[in-house]
């Protein structure tokens, strides 16, 4: 069964470019979630996604907005990139159903310069 | 303000030994407690879960334990293994959130030989 997927793997952008990445999950299931990692703040929340609908968001600026589609595949996207975006950008999957636990990808380190 | 802590930073122990890792949490609301395994540059790696209607799971050389009473939980890992020198994170849940896996800053295990 294959895992979490994401691509890129590494990306080096400059301020004020955008950037997407891509996540495609574990097969079957339908809750894409997504969090970014800094040695300062640890992981965070940045928002999921079920059957195409945001069901959730944390605490960051409307510079981080996702999407997700018909196959469950989600993309999170970075406009306006700031130095301090510089991060490993981590997506899990689940069935979608509380309690069910979450499956990570390897993730996409994102450096901005 | 931190809802899920993990008070130590870093734990080395003899191989052979026992690991116990311990974390706390503030928010009553959380009912699915998880331990997950990160090693630099990639996705952390699910452990083992529990929900709050039990005290004890145990799987392998992996149990977790939970005081509600407390609000606190724990991971001991027996015996502990070189290979499981790694960071170790802690993360909880609350029905209706969503997709938003509340993670403490974790803590650095280092498996001694």
């Known amino acids: 069964k294959a895992g979490v997927t994401q691509t890129p793997r590494y990306l080096i952008k400059t301020r004020g470019q955008q950037v997407t990445l891509s996540c495609s999950p574990i097969s079957g299931h339908r809750s894409v979630s997504w969090y970014q990692q800094t040695p300062g703040q640890g992981l965070q929340f940045l928002f999921e996604?079920?059957?195409?609908?945001?069901?959730n968001k944390g605490n960051f600026p409307g510079r981080f907005s996702g999407r997700q589609f018909s196959n469950s595949r989600s993309e999170m996207n970075v406009s306006t990139l700031e130095l301090g975006d510089s991060a490993l950008y981590l997506c899990?999957?689940?069935?979608?159903?509380?309690?069910?636990?979450?499956?990570f990808g390897s993730g996409t380190r994102l450096t901005v310069v | 303000d931190q809802q899920v802590k993990q008070n130590s930073p870093s734990l080395s122990v003899q191989e052979g030994r026992i690991s116990i890792l311990n974390c706390d949490y503030t928010?009553?609301?959380?009912?699915?407690f998880l331990w997950y395994k990160k090693y630099p540059a990639e996705g952390p790696t699910f452990l083992i879960s529990i929900s709050s209607i039990k005290d004890k799971n145990e799987d392998g050389r992996f149990t977790v334990f939970l005081n509600k009473s407390a609000k606190h939980l724990s991971l001991h890992i027996v015996p502990s293994q070189p290979g499981d020198s790694a960071v170790y994170f802690c993360a909880a849940s609350a029905r209706g959130s969503q997709g938003n896996l509340i993670f403490g800053k974790g803590t650095k295990l280092s498996v001694k030989p």
């Open positions: 996604y079920f059957s195409e609908t945001q069901r």
């Open positions: 899990a999957s689940s069935p979608g159903q509380h309690p069910y636990g979450y499956t």
């Open positions: 928010n009553s609301m959380f009912d699915y």
